[in-house]
């Protein structure tokens, strides 16, 4: 009995658990993404030959604050977004999102074209060994005004849907969105 109770528990939350965990941050989000990226090619991905090894990056976003359209236009007044990156031992990197505003645009280069999320105020935290030595870690980071699109472009699809993006030889970005009721 006890283990057709925990099995039970158990995918009870692991079907629900990005509803539970977000549900308690008090805020309603309308848009979820999970992401990854990949290159075995550094080279091809721009980070030279001294690179060796996979590089890459994974995480996840969570927006809202909006009224749920996926129009262009439509804004938001929050998005949490955790990004991890790894670039060789030592190197990783944890990049914490705060937003306060964001919208989506038109097609970007950084979504394959199609709408996605820019964001438009906040900050950004850094953490972990590859924060470079010139900028500061555990503190929160104004966006620059006008925010530059590697910081402020989310890359993240205004679509439901699964992308897969190949832009080199050797790379791959998985994004997964979710527009929640």
């Not at 539970?20 to 030279?48: E, H, K, M, R």
Request: hydrophobic share 35%; aromatic share 14%; net charge negative.
């Amino acid at each position: 009995m006890k283990q057709g109770f925990e099995c039970s528990l158990g995918h009870f939350f692991f079907k629900h658990a990005s509803r539970i965990i977000l549900g308690l941050s008090g805020v309603d989000y309308q848009w979820q993404a999970g992401f990854a990226g990949t290159c075995s090619n550094n080279p091809s991905c721009g980070l030279g030959p001294s690179m060796h090894g996979a590089t890459g990056f994974w995480g996840w976003c969570a927006f809202g604050g909006s009224d749920g359209s996926a129009a262009i236009g439509t804004t938001g007044t929050t998005a949490d977004c955790q990004v991890t990156t790894y670039f060789g031992s030592g190197s990783s990197l944890h990049i914490n999102y705060n937003v306060t505003a964001w919208v989506i645009q038109p097609g970007s280069p950084f979504s394959g074209g199609f709408p996605d999320f820019l964001f438009t105020q906040g900050t950004v935290t850094l953490s972990g060994p590859g924060v470079p030595p010139f900028l500061p870690a555990h503190t929160p980071i104004p966006f620059p005004s006008p925010c530059p699109p590697f910081i402020c472009d989310s890359g993240i699809p205004a679509v439901p849907g699964h992308f897969s993006f190949h832009f080199f030889p050797g790379s791959a970005i998985e994004i997964q969105v979710t527009k929640l009721p």
